[in-house]
């Protein structure tokens, strides 16, 4: 189910996945995650949403990356299906699709927008 949520502090429509994405999967503000994903950038001469710098984030908080899950006939789960069949209850993932990152919580798509269709690549349980 796609749950429309925003958790940026004015409630604006920008380019801020990357931030809306781990700071609500990771429980820490919107505020200290950006400020944290941009010292991390600076450290590594990377723009804060830079995929590098934020899969190193994620890294540095301990979380694995997994593997671009298939189906048995090697196709890719599209967010729909991935909640469906493959999340599980009181499990967050942070998923990652073309441009964009998104939050699976409890099964429920948590995103500005329904990016269902999208297929998935890597992904990170939280």
């Known amino acids: 189910m796609f749950i429309k949520y925003n958790n940026n502090p004015k409630n604006k429509k920008t380019g801020d996945c990357v931030i809306r994405a781990i700071s609500f999967a990771t429980k820490n503000s919107w505020e200290n995650t950006y400020r944290a994903l941009a010292e991390l950038g600076i450290k590594n001469c990377l723009i804060l949403n830079d995929t590098n710098n934020w899969r190193k984030y994620l890294k540095i908080l301990g979380y694995e990356q997994q593997k671009m899950p298939r189906k048995a006939d090697n196709t890719r789960y599209t967010v729909h299906e991935f909640c469906n069949q493959l ?9 990652k699709v073309a441009n964009h990152i998104t939050v699976v919580k409890d099964k429920d798509l948590y995103d500005t927008w329904d990016c269902s269709n999208k297929s998935v690549g890597n992904y990170w349980i939280i």
């Open 87 to 95: 999340a599980k209850k009181n499990v967050t993932y942070i998923i």
